[in-house]
């Protein structure tokens, strides 16, 4: 049986996966203020980025049109969907519509949507355990259990250089980030098992908050050994480098990727921010 994993574009990958003949990717759509940008290989990073911290307002996503993924669903026997997590975006509900939609017409496809519970890293993992299961020739409802169960196994944990995104989008009041700001608090967040976001702990200043998440995931890591590391970067893989060589101290991960984020990403996690997932 053939196989399509299909990505919402929070889903960052690697150079190598960019080129995969079984990944395709979905664009959401950001918005400054007027301006929009499309989620695919046209984004700028930079720009984007600029923009963003020139801006007052708030930047938002917009999901795909079920019409973007159902258009792919035709090219392989199984299909494979992830999206960002449900609790932060609307996209998980968009692909769930698609395939809902597409069924009506043909009952007899084998679809189903991941709900990723996280984010960037932590969806491609998951892409990268349905391309190990389905090539190693497992059925369709097979490869659904053991990677849900791998998810639910998973760990995401982010530390940002600036909580000004988190302000403008209400998760923050604006005392808060301030305070955090002006100390150069840096808070340490993880994604909790509903897909949402808790606070672990929080250190002063970028460096030590990055050591201080290196020791909480050494901690918490169980058989590291059959375990993938994934870290995302927003426009800084010098930090990146130094999160990696921060783990490998204390733990022993089978592989270790690191990818730049994509747009999404780069809403969420502002320049410099730090996503990891394993």
Not at 239 to 251: H, I, T
């Amino acid at each position: 049986m053939s196989y399509r994993i299909i990505g919402d574009s929070c889903t960052d990958l690697t150079k190598e996966q960019k080129s995969s003949k079984k990944i395709d990717l979905v664009p959401l759509t950001l918005q400054i203020e007027n301006e929009s940008f499309i989620d695919d290989e046209t984004f700028n990073q930079k720009e984007f980025i600029t923009k963003m911290a020139a801006s007052s307002a708030c930047p938002k996503s917009a999901c795909p049109a079920p019409e973007s993924y159902m258009k792919l669903f035709d090219q392989a026997d199984d299909i494979y969907i992830i999206t960002l997590s449900s609790q932060l975006s609307g996209s998980y509900n968009c692909a769930e519509l698609a395939r809902n939609l597409y069924l009506e017409q043909n009952p007899d496809k084998n679809i189903y949507v991941f709900d990723s519970k996280s984010a960037s890293g932590g969806q491609t993992l998951i892409a990268m355990k349905i391309q190990e299961l389905a090539d190693g020739g497992l059925p369709f409802k097979e490869v659904i259990e053991q990677t849900n169960k791998f998810r639910d196994e998973m760990s995401t944990f982010f530390v940002l250089e600036s909580l000004e995104n988190l302000r403008k989008n209400g998760r923050l009041s604006n005392m808060k980030a301030f305070i955090a700001s002006a100390l150069n608090i840096k808070p340490i967040m993880i994604g909790n098992d509903e897909g949402s976001i808790d606070k672990v702990d929080q250190a002063r200043g970028m460096k030590k908050a990055l050591i201080r998440m290196s020791e909480i995931i050494a901690d918490k890591v169980r058989n590291s050994q059959d375990r993938t590391l994934a870290i995302a970067h927003c426009n800084n893989y010098e930090r990146a480098l130094f999160v990696k060589e921060e783990l490998e101290k204390r733990v022993d991960f089978k592989d270790v990727i690191i990818m730049d984020t994509q747009g999404v990403s780069t809403l969420y996690a502002n320049d410099g921010g730090i996503i990891v997932c394993f």
